[in-house]
């Protein structure tokens, strides 16, 4: 788990991963408002990359949403 930051993504982010063949399915949760995003990526891919991309995924949702 990771801890947003930039006050963009205040709180708790719960990561899901679920390997899906040769690709790895990866879900983003923002524990406290329950919005999710899924990213999908090479399953080879190092984990914290993934994280990564899909925290960035979720800042982005979360901007747009609070914007309207």
Request: aromatic share 0%; hydrophobic share 45%.
């Given at each position: 788990m990771l801890s947003g930051s930039q006050n963009?993504?205040?709180?708790e982010v719960l990561f899901e991963f679920?390997?899906?063949g040769p690709q790895m399915?990866?879900?983003?949760?923002?524990?406290a408002t329950?919005?999710?995003v899924i990213i999908i990526t090479p399953a080879n891919s190092p984990?914290?990359?993934m994280q990564q991309v899909a925290l960035a995924k979720l800042k982005r949702r979360m901007e747009r949403e609070s914007q309207g």
């Open positions: 963009i993504v205040p709180g679920t390997r899906v399915r990866v879900a983003a949760i923002h524990a329950g919005t999710e984990r914290l990359q």
